[in-house]
């Protein structure tokens, strides 16, 4: 089984700040990699899909990248409204696989 | 707009099945475009892939739950459900289902109903 691997666990930086999350396979996945985000109490959406392609509606301070086993989302200007649990998936079979998440906090 | 909705009983007993059923609406379940999932998320903890039904009725099973979980679904009702034998408190969580497209290739889950709590306790 592919493991995904999430770091930090959590972080807290201040708004306008950049911020870089990291997510690891423990195989090759190709690009078949997603992020959600999930804010406290809600649903989880999905942020970007093919390790790189915005969801509609999503703001253009997301970003994602990477292939293989490595991949990164950053926020390149940090808000208020962006504090929530960050998950990544991989996908690139009928079986899936999220990792464990980092949580994002204001400083 | 597609809806997912699940339900079912928010409180098992140890060592009975759980058992959910996901109504959509606004879509339909039949289209070949699309699997449905379930997912879960205990309290306080990340998410956790339960596995995944085609309207054939094909499944796919986190390994981990396989020899506990069955998937079912129901054209007639729009409707595909859950069950999770042999619950113990380990199995509190809430439960997402989902719709997970497929675009002649793989795509995430795009659409998720608004989870229901399952609490396992005696």
Do not use: H
């Not at chain 2, 892939?49 to 309207?55: A, L, Q």
């Amino acid at each position: 089984d592919i493991q995904m691997t999430q770091s930090p666990s959590s972080l807290s930086a201040s708004v306008g700040d950049r911020v870089t999350l990291t997510c690891r396979a423990s195989q090759g996945i190709s690009n078949y990699l997603a992020w959600y985000q999930q804010k406290p109490g809600k649903v989880p959406k999905l942020l970007i899909y093919a390790a790189s392609t915005l969801q509609s509606g999503v703001p253009s301070r997301f970003s994602g990248s990477g292939s293989g086993t490595d991949f990164t989302l950053t926020i390149t200007s940090l808000q208020p409204e962006d504090v929530a649990s960050y998950y990544c998936q991989k996908y690139n079979s009928a079986l899936l696989t999220f990792g464990g998440g980092t949580k994002v906090d204001i400083k | 707009q597609l809806q997912l909705q699940e339900s079912g009983p928010g409180l098992v007993k140890p060592s009975e099945t759980l058992s959910l059923t996901c109504t959509v609406s606004g879509g339909s379940i039949s289209s070949s475009r699309y699997y449905w999932g379930w997912i879960r998320q205990p309290p306080g903890k990340g998410l956790e892939w339960i596995g995944s039904i085609y309207y054939s009725g094909t499944t796919y099973y986190n390994p981990s739950l396989k020899s506990r979980v069955t998937m079912s679904v129901d054209t007639s009702k729009n409707q595909f459900s859950l069950k999770l034998t042999s619950v113990t408190a380990a199995d509190t969580a809430v439960y997402y289902c989902a719709r997970r497209p497929d675009y002649s290739g793989w795509y995430p889950f795009d659409y998720w109903g608004q989870g229901t709590l399952v609490t396992v306790s005696s």
